[in-house]
């Protein structure tokens, strides 16, 4: 099915149509319009495919397209024409039989503008099929957008129209509606790959009307064209459904509401219960939060299903059987419907908190349990607190960031102080909360704060934790690009997200929204530094991050025996059992959503509802090396069938994971008993009672390691067994980046080489003492080197200094390598090289051209050649002896000062102290040329009473002074000195000519003579 598109509609405020290719031309191809996109782009391009089909094409940030026929003068209109005609080939938009009229533009992102156009075939629109033009303030492409048609057309109508919206109206009447009208809207084409539905219905034509009865019934209804079928009919009236019960603080059991127990529906009317009338209208509000920011319905995401439909049913007032207080004093979503105990319904901030844990349930399941459980409750309170701003009511300040503080016992967080109620406001606060009894599901109602902090910073700005926000909200109390920044994170993260994953999403969709809905890049800088002031990215200070070492003792260095992560094929390097799978193509624990430490792939075990003893083994025994430090490091993410006793604290740890070798014969080694970083802890329960296993939560990744050296000698199979049993199941246990390595003794000098104490001089060989290695068979390799840079070939422990290296460091790097350990030595000599310096001489002196210099025309000197090549060669031009400012390049073009003037030009070698100077002296600089045409010239009519004027031609260089002087016959004219000249009676019967100077300071003056006129009368 092909992806549709969808974009605000825009206001009807043009039409026109592009023209249509002919039926019969050949397919076009989207490579040229692609083609044409990529050449006149400077940077990369965002394109995206749905199948065969190009969907959309966009220019990220830091790339600009240039159309050459378009400029920022260019209309809107022309200037989305222009890109259609342009580059409209990348998405077919010039396929044949395909025209495209412009229904609308509105303003868009940045100051630009948007155009849609709707593509009809053969005259007749197609439903859904558009392409839309994005284009900058500069009138330049930024995107296309197209969902469009591969039909070639339909065959003519059958039905008429009228026919067809007595069918239309039918629809309605027959369910007992009246007052119908329909509004015609013409004859449209259905294809339903351009709208997401069924493919069996077919490419038709259909007649398409709004069909209405009062305010209340608003439906699309499409007819087919030939057969008189109804094939569409959607309500377009967006609402939504919601009931609300009243427990009136009765103790009874949690069940959600239902239509025949409700006591407020949608029916009209409200309630005379306070608690009653607030939940519903706050749902209501929430529901219009969603469906405003991201057009999402939330009857249709969360509602309870029902016999009427689905439902957002809330229950208020409520008071749950046990030990809980009455009135109850908390809300929840049960993955069902929202309850609330008495006053909490009347917080529309509690209200969208409880329904936003429905959505994430429905979206992204995000764990609740440890970071990713505060993610959940952060994202909860913040679409709370966005309700509440939007839904601002008496009392309610822009500048109060409490959550709940409408309750009976007041707010019960603070977004924009969380500490002021016990919260860490950023990962190393002391006050995040381990929370190792789990009696808050890992801290999920404290460490929410870290989020909390990071949207109040993101929206208002402010300076926290040294760094200096600028709000993305300013301005604007709906707050909306913090709504459509967050919820779209929150649609974009995994089931298990922790907050270093957070700022990732966070960052990722702020950077996707530049030039949506106002979002710039300074936007996504604000985020970047209130994710840097949270500290997201951070381990927290109380719960760190528990990474074992993979280190050798001192004097050893690690080699690899076993790696999950090398080869192509890593899936082959272990054997699992049933129930066992590798991310992300397994299925199981799919739904969870956690994938990897490192790299896309990891080893995953259920953890089931069932006893069950699983295990992964190498596919290959390890042959562990007698005498030497060997271990198995492996990093694992675990969440194990568990539970604390509330009374008292202690856990039960009912499933788990253990680690074990098992030898060739098939034994089976535990290894909780070797030595561990961050090893086993948990004692399970039957029917593995007393085992030593990882259980409960790792609370995000943990790299463990184990000492295997009493292996020494043995060829096993690194093994993890999943153990469970009969009761509840949980996620289970993640494996990756799986080492085991051995410590072999590191190669090291025992005896260092030297060089000898004197400065070395030139023409005297230099050696290095040969180094003493505590191993045996290593190697000794040389590289002799001049300040640090080697020296081609010069790979022996001896070697003769040679002038170039007077006055410069020798060194040599001596390397001793044995198998794959390399120790570079590097022995420098105690002084710079030193000699007698070689004089520097001229070896070809430098010359000026024989002939003499001109005023504008270049002069050059030719460049030495000296006896060291390299020396530095510098120029200094002089006029008489004097130096000419800026000058000082082997090249000079005299000017006019120049003329009559001798030129020289001092050029001087510098070869490190030393410097050699030499003179040429050129001839007298001569006046330069005026370049003219041969003549001058004339134009206007001989004739009396009228004027002639003075033709010059092309002139060079400019500037040039010009002076007149016109001729009757061989006699100049009194008087006639300007570039015209008026013919008078006198001039009758005369010829008329005309004579021009040009003259220029440093040049000869040049004069040219036009042909003469008869003046006849």
């Avoid at 009758?988 to 003469?1012: E, L, M, N, P, Q």
Wanted: glycine share 10%; charged share 20%.
């Amino acid at each position: 099915m092909r992806r549709v598109l969808a974009l605000a509609c825009a206001s009807a405020l043009s039409v026109s149509l592009l023209a249509q290719s002919p039926s019969g031309s050949a397919a076009p191809d989207p490579d040229d319009g692609e083609r044409l996109l990529r050449s006149d782009a400077d940077g990369p391009l965002r394109i995206e495919r749905s199948g065969a089909d190009t969907t959309f094409v966009g220019t990220p940030v830091g790339t600009d397209v240039d159309n050459p026929t378009v400029s920022r003068g260019t209309s809107v209109s022309a200037a989305a024409r222009a890109h259609l005609t342009r580059y409209g080939g990348a998405v077919e938009a010039d396929r044949s039989g395909t025209g495209l009229v412009e229904t609308g533009s509105s303003e868009g992102a940045g100051g630009g503008d948007v155009v849609r156009y709707r593509q009809e075939i053969a005259g007749v629109p197609v439903l859904g099929a558009e392409v839309v033009v994005s284009v900058g303030a500069d009138r330049e492409l930024t995107s296309l957008n197209a969902n469009l048609s591969r039909s070639a057309g339909v065959r003519p109508a059958a039905v008429t129209e009228s026919m067809a919206r007595d069918v239309a109206e039918g629809v309605l009447r027959r369910s007992g509606i009246s007052d119908v009208r329909a509004a015609d809207q013409g004859r449209w084409i259905l294809d339903p790959a351009a709208v997401g539905l069924d493919p069996a219905i077919g490419v038709r034509g259909v007649w398409r009307f709004e069909v209405r009865s009062g305010d209340h019934v608003r439906r699309l209804v499409l007819v087919d064209d030939r057969s008189g079928d109804v094939v569409l009919d959607i309500d377009l009236i967006q609402g939504i459904d919601r009931i609300v019960c009243d427990q009136a603080n009765v103790r009874t059991n949690v069940v959600a509401c239902s239509s025949a127990a409700a006591v407020r529906t949608e029916a009209p009317g409200g309630s005379s219960t306070a608690d009653v009338e607030a939940a519903f209208q706050n749902a209501g509000a929430v529901s219009d939060f969603y469906r405003e920011v991201i057009g999402l319905d939330l009857t249709t995401a969360i509602g309870l299903p029902s016999a009427q439909g689905r439902k957002l049913a809330s229950t208020v007032r409520v008071c749950v059987t046990g030990p809980d207080s009455c009135p109850y004093d908390n809300a929840f979503w049960n993955g069902q419907a929202m309850f609330y105990g008495e006053g909490y319904a009347a917080a529309d901030d509690v209200v969208g908190h409880e329904m936003t844990h429905g959505v994430i349930e429905r979206t992204s399941g995000l764990l609740y349990w440890d970071e990713a459980g505060a993610i959940n409750e952060s994202l909860a309170d913040i679409v709370g607190e966005l309700v509440d701003h939007r839904n601002a009511g008496p009392g309610d300040s822009p500048t109060d960031w409490q959550l709940g503080e409408d309750l009976p016992g007041g707010a019960l967080r603070d977004m924009a102080d969380p500490t002021l109620h016990h919260q860490p406001d950023r990962m190393t606060s002391p006050r995040w909360a381990a929370d190792p009894s789990y009696e808050d599901s890992g801290g999920v109602h404290t460490n929410s704060g870290v989020g909390n902090r990071a949207f109040q910073l993101i929206s208002q700005g402010g300076t926290f934790n040294g760094r200096t926000v600028t709000g993305i909200d300013a301005g604007d109390p709906t707050l909306l690009k913090s709504a459509t920044l967050w919820l779209h994170t929150m649609a974009a993260i995994t089931a298990f997200t922790e907050y270093a994953d957070l700022a990732n999403v966070l960052d990722q969709t702020c950077t996707a929204l530049i030039g949506h809905r106002g979002f710039t890049a300074s936007n996504c800088t604000a985020v970047r530094y209130a994710v840097a002031a949270t500290e997201m990215a951070l381990p927290p200070a109380t719960d760190p991050v528990k990474d074992a070492p993979r280190t050798c003792p001192a004097g050893s260095h690690p080699r690899t025996l076993l790696d999950s992560e090398s080869g192509a094929d890593q899936a082959s390097l272990f054997g699992p059992a049933a129930g066992w799978g590798r991310t992300p193509e397994t299925v199981v624990n799919s739904a969870y959503g956690v994938s990897a430490y490192s790299g896309d792939t990891a080893w995953v075990a259920a953890d089931p509802a069932t006893p069950v003893t699983r295990a992964l083994l190498s596919a290959a025994p390890v042959v562990v090396p007698e005498g030497q430090s060997t271990y198995l490091a492996f990093r694992h993410w675990h969440l194990f069938d568990f539970s604390i006793d509330p009374s008292n604290g202690v856990g039960y740890w009912w499933d788990g994971g253990t680690a074990e070798m098992t030898a060739v014969d098939g034994t089976v080694y535990p290894l909780w008993d070797h030595p561990w970083d961050f090893g086993p802890t948990r004692t399970l329960q039957a029917p593995n009672a007393g085992r030593r296993a990882f259980g409960g939560s790792s609370r995000g990744w943990v790299g463990s390691r184990v000492d295997i050296t009493a292996f020494g000698g043995m060829s096993v199979r690194p093994t993890f067994t999943m153990r469970t049993d009969s009761s509840y199941g949980a996620p289970g246990w993640y494996l990756d980046d799986i080492l085991v390595y051995t410590c072999d003794r590191t190669l090291a000098v025992d005896v260092a080489p030297v060089l000898p104490d004197a400065a070395p001089h030139v023409g005297l060989p230099l050696t290095v003492s040969e180094p003493t290695w505590n191993l045996p068979g290593a190697t000794t390799s040389h590289q002799w080197r001049r300040n640090g840079v080697p020296l081609a070939g010069m790979t022996q422990a001896t070697y003769t200094p040679v002038p170039a290296d007077v006055g410069t460091r020798l060194s040599v790097v001596v390397t001793g390598k044995l198998d794959d350990q390399v120790v570079p030595l590097v022995v420098t000599a105690s002084a710079d090289v030193e000699t007698d310096a070689v004089p520097l001489t001229i070896v070809s002196a430098p010359t000026l051209p024989a002939t003499a210099p001109r005023v504008g025309k270049v002069y050059a000197v030719t460049a030495p050649i000296w006896n060291d090549p390299g020396t530095i060669t510098t120029y200094q031009w002089r006029r008489d002896g004097v130096a000419i400012a800026g000058r000082t390049l082997r090249t000079y073009t005299p000017v006019a000062a120049d003329a009559g003037r001798r030129l020289s030009v001092v050029v001087t070698g510098i070869l490190a102290d030393q410097s050699v100077q030499l003179t040429a002296t050129s001839g007298i600089v001569a006046r330069g040329l005026l370049v003219a045409p041969k003549t001058a010239g004339l134009s206007g009519t001989p004739r009396v009473g009228r004027r002639l004027a003075a033709v010059r031609g092309t002139w060079a260089p400019s500037p040039i002074t010009y002076s007149y002087r016109w001729f009757r016959g061989s006699k100049a004219i009194t008087g006639a000195t300007g570039s015209s000249y008026l013919l008078r009676k006198g001039d009758k019967g005369f010829r008329i000519s005309v004579r021009i100077t040009g003259s220029k300071s440093g040049y000869t003056a040049v004069t040219r003579t036009s042909g003469s006129v008869l003046v006849r009368r």
